[in-house]
């Protein structure tokens, strides 16, 4: 059979060159519309973000002794994160979910988050909500479903005492190991209705012997070189006098 000569039409000279600046051009405006899409992604997500801030601020509003609890332990899961390697965008989610971990209390009512004394059995039932009902409040956000199981687990234990499943070991997801470590230094070191603020030293050993039992040790480990690598993971600790040493209910 005869082969068939197929003829390509090729641009000659100039008209070679006036295609490939057409291309070029329609590539780098693709690349600018790629760009405009980005910012605007960007945007929508920083808008998400700033009104779940704002329900985090209503919480502190509802809840006084929680007040900057929230944003130090944001800040130091972040810290914790970056320090153990995780990549950027996970050292984001981490902080932002330490910074959401509490917004289910929310839901909690007034009388209950703020009680001096020992929750009772009821009383604890419904604290035990927060972690499931904060996981739900930001569930409709696609973009942050590892900071959604963050908060879920932010109370679990590394021994599987925890709550809300009982998670153990690496089950639980390291995002909600950081923010344990933090959630539990900030609130040892800060006044509670049912307990005074522990000094900085007497918290941080706390921490330490609990590395490898219901903390992640590794974390602890990393926690404690950032803490006595900054003049106060908790300035307003340093500023009062040491409160007397309760044993310590850690947090709620
Ligand atoms: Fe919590």
Same mark, same amino acid.
């Given at each position: ?61 509802? $809840?006084? /002794?929680?007040?900057?609890? !929230?944003? *130090?332990?944001?800040? @130091?899961?972040?810290?914790?994160? %970056? #320090? &153990? ?97 933090? $959630?539990? /230094?900030?609130?040892?070191? !800060?006044? *509670?209705?049912?307990? @005074?603020?522990?000094?900085?030293? %007497? #918290? &941080? ?48």
């Amino acid at each position: 059979m005869a082969a068939r000569l197929v003829s390509v039409a090729f641009p000659a000279g100039d008209d070679l060159t006036a295609a490939y600046r057409r291309l070029s051009a329609a590539y780098q405006q693709a690349l600018r519309y790629a760009e405009d899409v980005k910012r605007l992604y960007q945007q929508v997500q920083r808008a998400i973000y700033q009104s779940l801030l704002g329900l985090a601020n209503a919480l502190e509003a509802k $809840d006084a /002794y929680t007040r900057g609890h !929230s944003e *130090r332990v944001g800040a @130091a899961s972040r810290s914790v994160a %970056a #320090a &153990l390697g995780l990549p950027p965008h996970e050292v984001e989610i981490v902080g932002q979910a330490g910074l959401l971990h509490d917004i289910g209390k929310i839901g909690v009512p007034e009388a209950v988050l703020r009680k001096r004394g020992e929750l009772d059995d009821a009383e604890w039932a419904l604290m035990r909500k927060h972690p499931l009902t904060g996981a739900q409040i930001v569930s409709p956000f696609e973009f942050f479903a590892a900071g959604a199981l963050t908060i879920r687990h932010h109370h679990e234990r590394l021994d599987g005492s925890g709550y809300p499943d009982g998670l153990a070991g690496e089950a639980i997801p390291i995002g909600a190991r950081i923010v344990a470590v933090a $959630d539990v /230094y900030d609130a040892l070191t !800060s006044d *509670r209705p049912y307990r @005074a603020a522990l000094p900085r030293d %007497a #918290a &941080l050993e706390y921490v330490e012997r609990q590395a490898g039992r219901t903390l992640d040790g590794r974390v602890v480990a990393v926690f404690v070189k950032l803490a006595g690598a900054s003049p106060s993971a908790n300035p307003h600790v340093d500023a009062r006098p040491a409160l007397a040493a309760t044993p310590p209910a850690t947090s709620r």
